[in-house]
């Protein structure tokens, strides 16, 4: 069951099918603005040339620009796009019927408020899906990445990585002894260990960099090396970390460290990655426990400024 569990936690994700949301996230700020105008002046001209003798013809595809600036801007865009388009529809009525009357007046005042209903609805769906969004990529317990994010951050910095001089540090951690709190002092102070675990993670890595909840107690962390960092130093500086912070919760917990190096033009995927990391982190907790491993992705592994030797194992501080 165990083998079970790590071959689906170490799978290659694979990610959704395409949806009119992320193409429309995807989009730079000009291109969005393009999209809306040029929407809005291609419904105009429908509007224009089946010659409609007032707005409500032309006001339930008018709502189409306004979603799209509510979804990919804010309210307040939207409703200045809502009230452009009653202006332009303003003046399609007076090219077609020559005046404005009271009626088309009222017409107008009562287009705007649907477009401000639709736009208001609009916004407020989009303030949930990200806020749902958030939650579903993070661990709900430790707020850091789940596995599933994790992997899809993980992938995007793997593909750009492999065609410029970007080495990356993949490490995978499991703790030591942490059945045993939750079995002596309670699921709540296990909780506590995990938390203050991932606080110190989040404190050891750069903004470009990915940390993650695989699981139980297995952590895996993505980062970037310099040119004048060395892989050892690095693996050490981040188990001498953990090390401390599990240390300062007053339990006899430490961790052991699995990791390795990728280096431009590596083919290893991120699930080969992975897995051998994890491989290199049961061998630790088999062998030594509280230490770490570090290799290359794939042996035999060359890279002398990066790693050396290109094997190593240590043992906690």
């Known amino acids: 069951m165990r083998e079970d569990y790590r071959s689906q936690r170490s799978g290659v994700f694979k990610p959704t099918s395409f949806s009119p949301e992320q193409w429309l996230d995807s989009l730079t700020p000009v291109a969005a603005w393009r999209l809306v105008v040029f929407s809005s002046i ?6 224009w040339l089946f010659q409609a003798s007032s707005i409500h ?43 404005l009357d009271g009626s088309a007046m009222i017409g107008l005042v009562v287009q705007l408020i649907k477009f401000g209903c639709a736009a208001g609805i609009v916004s407020r769906f989009r303030q949930s899906f990200d806020r749902e969004r958030l939650l579903a990529r993070r661990d709900w317990m430790t707020g850091i990445l789940n596995r599933q994010e994790f992997q899809r951050q993980a992938e995007a910095m ?4 492999k065609t410029r001089n970007q080495p ?15 079995d002596r002092f309670g699921h709540q102070a296990g909780d506590r260990l995990l938390q203050c675990f991932a606080e110190e993670g989040k404190s050891l890595i750069g903004l470009e960099d990915c940390f993650g909840r695989m699981g139980g107690d297995e952590f895996a962390m ?35 460290m699995g990791a390795v190096v990728a280096v ?17 982190m ?27 030797p290109t094997h190593q194992v240590c043992s906690a501080v």
């Not at 992975?274 to 290199?280: G, T």
């Not at 049961?282 to 050396?308: M, N, Q, W």
Request: charged letters at 15%; glycine letters at 8%; aromatic letters at 8%.
């Open 158 to 161: 793997l593909a750009p990585a």
């Open 57 to 99: 013809n032309g006001g339930p595809l008018y709502m189409l620009p306004i979603c799209i600036a509510c979804w990919r801007f804010d309210f307040k865009t939207g409703m200045s796009v809502a009230v452009a388009e009653i202006t332009l529809s303003a003046v399609i009525l007076l090219g077609v019927s020559g005046h």
């Open 42 to 47: 291609c419904i105009a001209g429908l509007d």
């Open 222 to 256: 993505l980062i970037k090396l310099s040119k004048t960092e060395c892989a050892p130093e690095v693996a050490e500086r981040l188990h001498v970390g953990f090390t401390a912070a599990l240390e300062s919760t007053g339990h006899s917990v430490t961790c052991s």
């Open 282 to 308: 049961y061998a630790v907790k088999r062998d030594t426990k509280a230490g770490f491993s570090l290799a290359g992705s794939a042996p035999p592994f060359d890279v002398e400024s990066l790693l050396s």
């Open 264 to 280: 431009p033009g590596d083919s290893a995927s991120l699930h080969e990655l992975m897995r051998h990391a994890d491989q290199l």
């Open 168 to 182: 990356l540090l993949l490490a995978y951690f499991d703790l030591d002894g942490f059945k045993a709190v939750n």
